[in-house]
């Protein structure tokens, strides 16, 4: 099994920067896709940023060029720094990680953080 822990979330005003992290626990082989969601009250779960183990990334619309998305893959974390933050950006934040539990075999397994909250206000 493997624990998701996510870190960073808070308040800051309009245009200000947070930093998220997540550090994955347990029994891991490797990490293969790593990424972040949110969901703001009575809105449906979006997906905000993934990276892969190659390095390869994907933004939504609504964040590209003010999120970024890395990665440590020695201490199995992923790091979500937002910056030009707006309103809108309030929500749950979640961290997620596809996990690869052995070297001989190829299941994977899709866990999950239990959040942290970005409130963005004047």
């Known amino acids: 099994q493997v624990q998701l822990a996510e870190s960073g979330g808070g308040l800051v005003q309009p245009g200000g920067s947070l930093r998220l992290s997540c550090a994955a626990s347990?029994?891991?082989?490797?990490?293969?896709?790593m990424g972040w969601h949110r969901q703001a009250p009575g809105k449906q779960r979006e997906l905000i940023a993934t990276?892969?183990?190659?390095?390869?990334?994907n933004y939504a619309d609504s964040v590209k060029g003010r999120f970024t998305i890395s990665r440590d893959n020695a201490k199995n974390t992923v790091y979500l720094q937002m910056n030009s933050l707006k309103p809108e950006d309030t929500a749950v934040y979640y961290c997620?990680?596809?996990?690869?539990?052995?070297?001989?075999?190829?299941?994977?397994?899709?866990?999950w953080g239990p959040g942290t909250q970005v409130t963005v206000s004047s």
């Open positions: 990276m892969d183990s190659a390095g390869s990334t």
């Open positions: 997620n990680a596809d996990v690869r539990h052995t070297p001989t075999m190829i299941s994977r397994y899709r866990y």
């Open positions: 347990g029994t891991i082989f490797s990490m293969e896709v």
